[in-house]
């Protein structure tokens, strides 16, 4: 049986447009409200068509010594050019954490399938 972390592709922001790109500060204290920002392309703006799309975003932290991840949100783009409606795939959030972590992101688009990002974030006094 395949698992599904097979079908996760990852890679450099950068150079590829599907890759969630994870904007938070390098530090901040515990139970200190920040804001946390995912798009998908930063420097490589991914396509908002009906044809090519990003149809959801999903957002985990995992503390640091835990199991499990915790869900921050999930957000999905129903409009993908119905109408000349069209949403663009970026969400903010405000969280606060009270211990350091890994913050994961995964997005999928409707040709090219999951991917995913992480990055740290440190809660220090």
């Known amino acids: 049986m395949k698992s599904l972390g097979q ?10 447009k599907h890759v969630p790109v994870i904007q938070i500060p390098e530090k901040v204290k515990p139970n200190e409200e920040f804001e946390l920002k995912i798009s998908i392309g930063k ?4 396509p908002n068509t009906l044809e090519h799309h990003i149809s959801w975003i999903k957002v985990f932290y995992l503390p640091e010594d835990s199991k499990f991840p915790i869900e921050l949100g999930n957000f999905n783009f129903t409009a993908h050019g119905e109408n000349d409606v069209l949403n663009e795939p970026t969400v ?3 969280i606060k954490l009270n211990k350091s972590g890994t913050i994961y992101a995964l997005s999928y ?5 999951l991917w995913e990002n992480s ?3 440190k809660i220090e006094e």
């Open 7 to 16: 079908f996760l592709q990852s890679g450099d922001w950068k150079n590829e």
């Open 43 to 46: 420097e490589i703006k991914h």
């Open 92 to 94: 903010t959030t405000h």
């Open 109 to 113: 688009c409707n040709l090219h399938g």
């Open 119 to 121: 990055t740290e974030i």
